[in-house]
């Protein structure tokens, strides 16, 4: 699994912030210089935006060729303003959200579901052209244990409940999840 120090992550998450700023002000970013390690490898990340404890936006790449550094940019651009789920994030409301970073490890198909750690694992369910994810932390948050893990993975998907025991490909993935702490005041 990524390991990245504390004053790393704080970098991302300075990243993601400034990024969406940058981006709601029309202004490019500029990045500070990067230490050699595991912001500047390749890494499939999500980028989510919370107001107070309400999800905002979320984007994420689970596969990325890109380094963690510019992924997390582009991730964050996108979860402010393209999530289909959510209005677009205005400049005014920046100062009252908080950013989430989910550094994922590629996913891995799994053979038994007894694999599966609530609270470690996230899930992706493919079939056909339906596919779904859902990171190792909405698991723990809603209190599900690994069967409805399973059901609602498949149902984000688009797939009836219980197709993960039939044809349907499940993967499961690791996430270093680390968020903005205390999250940003407001401006005065």
């Not at 940058?22 to 390690?37: A, D, F, I, N, V």
């Not at 289909?84 to 205005?90: A, G, S, V, W």
């Amino acid at each position: 699994m990524l390991r990245l120090s504390n004053p790393e992550q704080n970098l991302l998450l300075g990243i993601a912030r400034e990024a969406v700023h940058r981006h709601l002000s029309s202004q490019s970013l500029e990045y500070p210089e990067m230490p050699e390690g595991g912001m500047t490898k390749p890494r499939g990340v999500f980028v989510s935006i919370h107001t107070d404890r309400a999800l905002r936006g979320c984007i994420g790449r689970i596969h990325a060729e890109t380094p963690l550094y510019e992924t997390t940019e582009e991730c964050a651009i996108s979860a402010a303003v393209a999530d289909p789920r959510f209005p677009p994030l205005q400049t005014a409301e920046l100062p009252k959200v908080s950013f989430e970073i989910s550094a994922v490890s590629p996913p891995d198909q799994i053979g038994a579901i007894e694999g599966i750690e609530v609270g470690r694992h996230g899930l992706m369910v493919e079939q056909n052209s339906l596919r779904a994810l859902l990171l190792p932390q909405v698991a723990s948050l809603y209190g599900w244990g690994r069967i409805e893990f399973l059901r609602q993975t498949c149902l984000k998907a688009g797939l009836g409940p219980d197709d993960w025991k039939q044809d349907a490909t499940v993967f499961s993935f690791e996430a270093l999840v680390f968020r903005e702490t205390p999250v940003p005041s407001p401006a005065e």
